[in-house]
């Protein structure tokens, strides 16, 4: 019973922003979101985090609703080199990080 | 080390073998996982390990599999009799804890095995 739901897919243009929306409708009160990707033939690789507060880092920024029920990754300028799938996981600090699911995530695609 | 490093990258393997899969964790990292990712398939938990608390076991599939780890240095995987159906890449990750931490873990970049 996965926490979060994301479309399957999505394109960008590169250059343009990308905005991966992630909906966890029943998120805690001390569930963090979580974003990591794969790209490609490599393991999955931290991207941000957040709780309530909109976050930002070199990466990318969160975007999480007031009810914390859905939550935005923004990359601010896709490259091809983001071309990967990306995955939003929702997880308190009290759980074991081997605990929680990554579902299938949303493969994104950056074209030219 | 630098970053989460596994060997073999990619494992090509005769049903009915036995494997052999490393990981060697960031230093001082105390909490070890493994996870399966068949193709096109999120990440399946197998196993994990924090210090020298007895691992967590739940998520192996069958008694074919088995893991090890020493203190808080290199753990192996073992797959037993390999079956087509075990194809897949393994990652391993670390993190400082197994609970908490900002940064959430390093993952190495997996074991690709192929089981013909």
């Known amino acids: 019973d996965a926490k979060t739901t994301q479309p399957t897919s999505m394109d960008c243009a590169e250059g343009r922003a990308a905005n991966l929306p992630c909906n966890h409708s029943?998120?805690?009160?001390?569930?963090?979101v979580y974003w990591y990707r794969q790209i490609h033939s490599q393991g999955p690789q931290y991207i941000i985090h957040?709780?309530?507060n909109n976050e930002t880092n070199e990466m990318a920024s969160l975007i999480i609703t007031e009810d914390r029920k859905s939550s935005t990754l923004i990359l601010p300028h896709a490259t091809l080199r983001d071309t990967a799938v990306y995955y939003c996981?929702?997880?308190?600090?009290?759980?074991?990080?081997?605990?929680?699911?990554f579902g299938a995530g949303t493969q994104v695609v950056v074209t030219p | 080390g630098a970053g989460v490093s596994q060997s073999p990258s990619n494992k090509v393997t005769e049903k009915g073998k036995d494997v052999e899969l490393r990981c060697d964790p960031i230093?001082?990292?105390?909490?070890l996982y493994w996870y399966r990712q068949r193709l096109g398939q999120g990440l399946e938990f197998l196993i994990y390990?924090?210090?020298?608390?007895?691992?967590?076991k739940s998520g192996l599939p069958s008694d074919r599999f088995s893991a090890e780890r020493t203190g808080e240095s290199v753990s192996t995987l073992t797959i037993q009799r390999t079956q087509q159906e075990d194809s897949a890449v393994y990652l391993c990750?670390?993190?400082?804890?197994?609970?908490?931490?900002?940064?959430?873990?390093?993952f190495g970049s997996g074991t690709r095995l192929t089981v013909v």
């Open positions: 990750a670390s993190s400082l804890a197994s609970q908490g931490g900002d940064y959430g873990y390093t």
């Open positions: 390990f924090q210090g020298n608390s007895a691992p967590d």
């Open positions: 230093s001082g990292h105390t909490a």
């Open positions: 029943t998120i805690s009160g001390n569930e963090y």
């Open positions: 996981i929702v997880r308190s600090l009290t759980d074991s990080w081997g605990k929680f699911q």
């Open positions: 957040g709780l309530k």
